[in-house]
């Protein structure tokens, strides 16, 4: 794509980014058939390559972000499935990143949205406050309807009838400690908490040190760690996202010091491609650039880190039908496809690939609480593809991906290190059936 900016405008090397992602682009338009907004909404506005045609225009005008681009920026779900089919490898990622910085610089929203908007990024990244606000929910909850009726409000009653009707007690793994290996030592990781996920499922964190202790991988929890930064991020409130990526950069290069690391495991998949992006994000920063790449490097979903050991033999093979739902953050976001498929089966179960996999199920990250609607019809067409499997439970790897597709269907749902935890001597997960007579399994 032909590109027109001037050499004062290039000179700021966000604005060369974008330009040399725009010129990647050679306007095929192969991504809009794979863009769940587009194949909701129709509108060429609403697809990878009208949000391009969009920032290009605000960008190389020197433009305020108006309406119309908002609208339509806001809709994206950064799901990024745009990236895996793009032809041509337009980092589309990097230029909505960049796009949603410029919107909140400049432009100037409406009151509700701008105190939905605040509300969110003051609450969800930490623990405690997001703990006392999921308990608030709870009272709430009565009030949603009256909330729906109100447009700039429906985010709130989203957020209401999202919250789980108990929150679960803080647990000890989320304190900082070291967990010492069980097994003849064979490695030492850190592992992010992280925050929401913390509060809303203590137990998949907790699932991951039991099994990597047990496998002889001593798990370090590490002081000042904290929120990953994904969420402000994609609210474009980029000084805040970094703040807390620079925390997070302290806190590990503070382990390595200490006693190396082989790794930074992630257990949420949409921290996991925030956390493989510090390298970029950082790389203006002069203090930080050199330690957020070598943290980047470092950085791994936590099946990619188990797939790299050799597993002994389960101890138990449950025997049960699994529809894997893969979240976009890790099959487009980090490419990572067939390992949890392949440790699910070699655990013992049987995986089942749901119709229209590469779809979003509509979570994205607060996306299902500021664009209610559009995630409300992802989210079913997810359902609907995922119980055609007839599989006994789902298991994905992000925790927003679990809350989404839980508030539509009555099928368990659980994180695969959950799963794995279990076939290799833990507890069974909450909710999930007992395990099948291997002659009755598949
Ligand atoms: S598929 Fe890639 S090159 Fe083609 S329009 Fe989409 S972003 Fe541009
Ligand atoms: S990130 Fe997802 S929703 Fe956004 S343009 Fe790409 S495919 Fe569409």
């Not at 990024?80 to 960049?98: E, I, N, Q, R």
Request: glycine fraction near 8%.
């Amino acid at each position: 794509m032909q590109t027109n900016f001037s050499l004062a405008q290039l000179a700021d090397p966000h604005v060369a980014e974008s330009e040399k992602i725009l010129r990647t682009c050679v306007h095929c338009g192969f991504c809009t058939a794979t863009c769940p907004t587009y194949v909701t909404l129709g509108n060429e506005l609403d697809s990878p390559r009208g949000r391009i045609y969009l920032i290009k225009d605000m960008l190389e005008n020197y433009r305020p972000a108006d309406e119309t681009v908002v609208t339509h920026i806001d809709r994206c779900l950064s799901c990024l499935s745009c990236m895996t089919t793009c032809p041509s490898g337009v980092h589309y990622m990097h230029l909505v990143d960049h796009a949603r910085a410029h919107i909140e610089k400049t432009y100037r929203r409406p009151l509700l949205d701008r105190l939905v908007r605040g509300l969110l990024a003051v609450t969800l990244p930490y623990p405690d406050r997001m703990r006392a606000s999921l308990k608030l929910a709870g009272i709430g909850r009565a009030f949603a309807g009256l909330f729906r009726a109100v447009p700039g409000l429906k985010p709130i009653a989203a957020m209401l009838e999202l919250a789980p009707r108990s929150v679960p007690a803080a647990s000890d793994v989320a304190r900082p400690a070291v967990h010492a290996a069980e097994a003849p030592k064979r490695g030492r990781v850190a592992i992010l908490t992280g925050c929401a996920q913390s509060v809303l499922d203590p137990g998949i964190n907790e699932a991951t040190v039991r099994l990597l202790t047990r496998l002889g991988v001593e798990v370090v929890v590490p002081a000042g760690e904290g929120c990953c930064g994904a969420l402000t991020h994609h609210m474009g409130r980029e000084e805040q996202a970094l703040d807390f990526a620079r925390a997070n950069v302290d806190a590990w290069m503070r382990e390595i010091d200490k006693g190396g690391l082989d790794a930074i495991v992630i257990t949420a998949s949409g921290c996991g491609t925030t956390i493989k992006d510090y390298g970029f994000m950082l790389r203006l920063d002069p203090a930080y650039a050199e330690k957020a790449a070598r943290v980047s490097g470092l950085a791994k979903d936590v099946t990619e880190y188990l797939a790299g050991l050799d597993l002994p033999e389960p101890a138990m093979r449950p025997g049960l039908a699994v529809a894997y739902h893969s979240a976009c953050s890790m099959q487009h976001g980090q490419k990572i496809t067939s390992l949890p498929k392949m440790l699910l089966q070699g655990a013992g179960f049987t995986v089942r690939e749901p119709r229209e996999g590469h779809l979003c199920c509509g979570s994205a990250g607060t996306y299902n609480i500021l664009q209610p609607e559009i995630s409300a019809k992802l989210r079913d067409r997810k359902v609907a593809n995922i119980e055609a499997t007839g599989a006994d439970l789902v298991a994905t790897g992000n925790i927003g991906c679990m809350t989404q597709i839980a508030s539509g269907s009555s099928l368990p749902i659980v994180h695969t290190v959950a799963l794995l935890d279990w076939a290799y001597g833990g507890p069974k997960p909450a909710g999930v059936p007992e395990a099948r007579a291997l002659e009755a399994a598949e």
